[in-house]
């Protein structure tokens, strides 16, 4: 059946809500996304009726709730196209997941005049965790500098690629310009100069089918909330020989093997990543919102995410005195833009009294605000929820804004 995102949205009861007495238009899917009603049912069901502390019971909750547990592992395993499920760590989120990254491959693997490439379209999580670990080891943090358009200067990237490089950490899609970065490229000329690469998967796991396996990427990072999850829980990939190689970051329960005061041991993976008590309640959560998603179709929800950026995109620039920031000619559905003399924040609240919901501000990217030396932007973010109708409302919600701001 064809994808229908208007049938689709009664999965998700937060959009049939009002605000201020208008239909919600929910456009700030970059910063969370809404959950469908099995994903809710989901977490009901797990505390109603099998809540038990994993790994460690031999009585019938915790065995359940353990299954349960490493099942969600193998979800998001095939999800990601994974060749090992203890390939897929369980953490907090994408940032608690490059942080892991960060001090563990840094502790193994860098030194002191060694290079990280990062780029200046990243998320503040994916710039201060290497400014810290580059601080502990007495690295250097290097830029891959960004077009105008909002793409990336590969011809940059390349001469920054050195013998100093150990990693390379980069978006799959920037969260403040749309831009779809081409990753697979980049993961190819990096491991050809014997770099690692991280790619931030925060706003492409939503948007883009991931393949680790053929992206060939030694780490991968998302969160789970980004992806119609709950919050608190995000996955960590890794190549199963690197993160055997690697210590873990945190001690604690679960990730040992056998302690005592002279000397303790560490757990195989995954656990060795997983110190104290995970949280396997948005575990399950989050393989559900993915099995969601998989049902819905993942190229059908692809393919209609097209079309509405394509509408998004011709809608927004009929808009007189309105700029958008970030026309990389490979995007995702995120909208960043300015209209002329107004400031993002008074366009942001006009736009919450008409009932939408966008976000103002650096969008944690203070590197590309600096970049076109800016405050901020009015960022509109879809998700396959949202309907051409909404993105005509939106609109009409920025030119009645022009009229009242500018009058
Ligand atoms: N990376 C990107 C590109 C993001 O957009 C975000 C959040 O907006 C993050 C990382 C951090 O995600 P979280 O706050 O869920 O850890």
């Not at 998700?12 to 994903?39: E, H, R, S, W």
């Not at 993915?290 to 692809?302: F, H, M, N, S």
Request: net charge negative; proline share 4%; hydrophobic share 40%.
């Amino acid at each position: 059946m064809a994808f229908d995102a208007e049938i689709v949205r009664k999965d998700f009861p937060i959009l049939q809500q009002q605000v201020y007495g208008k239909p919600l238009v929910y456009m700030d899917n970059g910063a969370t996304t809404q959950k469908p009603q099995a994903v809710i049912d989901c977490l009901v069901r797990m505390y109603r009726t099998m809540n038990a502390n994993i790994h460690r019971g031999v009585h019938f909750l915790s065995e359940q709730t353990t299954e349960c547990y490493e099942q969600s592992r193998r979800t998001v395993q095939s999800f990601l196209h994974a060749p090992f499920a203890e390939e897929i760590i369980f953490t907090r989120g994408a940032t608690d997941s490059i942080n892991a990254v960060a001090f563990s491959f840094g502790e193994a693997y860098v030194h002191p005049g060694d290079e990280i490439l990062v780029s200046e379209m990243e998320h503040h999580s994916n710039i201060v965790p290497w400014q810290m670990m580059c601080d502990r080891k007495k690295a250097r943090l290097r830029v891959i500098p960004m077009h105008d358009d909002g793409t990336l200067d590969l011809e940059a990237f390349r001469a920054s690629l050195s013998g100093k490089t150990r990693l390379v950490a980069v978006t799959q899609v920037s969260n403040t310009l749309g831009t779809v970065n081409p990753v697979a490229d980049i993961i190819r000329e990096a491991h050809q100069a014997g770099t690692r690469v991280l790619i931030d998967a925060a706003q492409s796991v939503q948007h883009l089918s991931i393949d680790v396996k053929q992206l060939d990427c030694d780490f991968l990072a998302f969160s789970g909330h980004k992806l119609y999850g709950p919050t608190g829980v995000g996955v960590l990939y890794g190549k199963r020989d690197l993160l055997n190689e690697m210590p873990p970051y945190q001690g604690g329960g679960d990730m040992i093997s056998c302690v005592t005061f002279e000397k303790t041991t560490y757990n195989e993976l995954p656990l060795k990543f997983e110190a104290g008590t995970n949280n396997y309640i948005d575990a399950a959560g989050l393989a559900c919102a993915i099995d969601y998603l998989t049902a819905l179709g993942l190229p059908e929800v692809q393919a209609y995410e097209k079309r509405l950026t394509q509408y998004a995109l011709s809608q927004l620039k009929n808009i007189p005195g309105l700029r958008i920031y970030g026309e990389a000619p490979e995007r995702a559905a995120i909208f960043s833009f300015l209209v002329e003399g107004i400031h993002p924040y008074d366009m942001g609240m006009v736009l919450d009294k008409l009932g939408i919901a966008v976000r103002t501000g650096t969008h944690c990217t203070q590197p590309v605000m600096d970049h076109y030396n800016i405050d901020g932007t009015v960022r509109a973010s879809l998700a396959f929820y949202n309907t051409e109708k909404e993105i005509d409302i939106l609109c009409e919600g920025i030119c009645r804004a022009k009229k009242i701001l500018l009058a």
